[in-house]
């Protein structure tokens, strides 16, 4: 496959985004693809805060890939400054190309360049393939993450 | 017990704070209540960033509890925002008081001030009281909580 370029995401790059946050067995039935007035508001909201970077992956210029990474400051840990991977979608032209591990090695990457000291997320149960995928990467199953709908 | 004071954490609140992060299992390992230098910087970039919240639980005038609210835009679940609690923390002489209850639920109406459509936490696998305490509270452990140290 030809060389991958990550870049912050784009107002312009919201459509690929938005269809490929809604192509997966749980995001179906959470997003409308068809009315995209709540993430264009959402896209501003990430815009206008300067520790959320939502990127995007392209090739051959068309977006294939998706992560949001937040930097969070905190005092546990001596004061250590935590990253938080969310939304990480791969097109599924992609998948078993390779660029799940790019997308998270740019994730681990641009958070080190940011003095963080440790990096974590939170996968569904039922992703066990998704589970398998961060383990190789290095990452520990170390917590239980809980959600609460508001 | 008295009533409960939850305010916004302050730089002269810090020494209480660190010591209780330090008075836990994990944290034993991980704190250094001695120098509080690393926690100061990490105190101010916490004051710097308009979404977090750092606050601290009073009991007549004294600190016995902690946590930490992130609030983090996103673009999936149609542009919801979702809200993260950290560094929640009881001093020890407050256990079983319901202090905890009440933290958390602070945390959940701040949350729904900020038009937040989720509460997030991770908990350590091997804190499985508090994992009881978080699903008696309404939280459902549906997730899997990956982290990588840097």
Not at 34 to 50: G, H, I, K, V
Request: glycine share 8%; charged share 25%.
């Amino acid at each position: 496959m030809s060389v991958l370029d990550i870049r912050p995401a784009r107002l312009t790059d919201l459509p690929a985004i938005v269809a490929m946050l809604a192509d997966d067995p749980l995001g179906a039935e959470r997003e409308s693809p068809d009315d995209l007035s709540p993430y264009t508001a959402a896209f501003e909201r990430l815009a206008a805060d300067p520790h959320q970077h939502l990127v995007v992956a392209l090739r051959h210029g068309r977006v294939v890939g998706t992560l949001q990474l937040t930097i969070v400051p905190g005092l546990s840990r001596r004061g250590s400054t935590r990253s938080i991977i969310e939304g990480v979608r791969i097109h599924a032209d992609e998948r078993g190309s390779g660029l799940g591990t790019q997308l998270i090695e740019w994730a681990v990457a641009e958070s080190r360049r940011q003095n963080c000291r440790l990096v974590q997320l939170t996968s569904d149960a039922s992703r066990t393939d998704a589970h398998r995928f961060y383990e190789r990467l290095g990452f520990a199953a170390s917590h239980v993450g809980f959600k609460m709908a508001l």
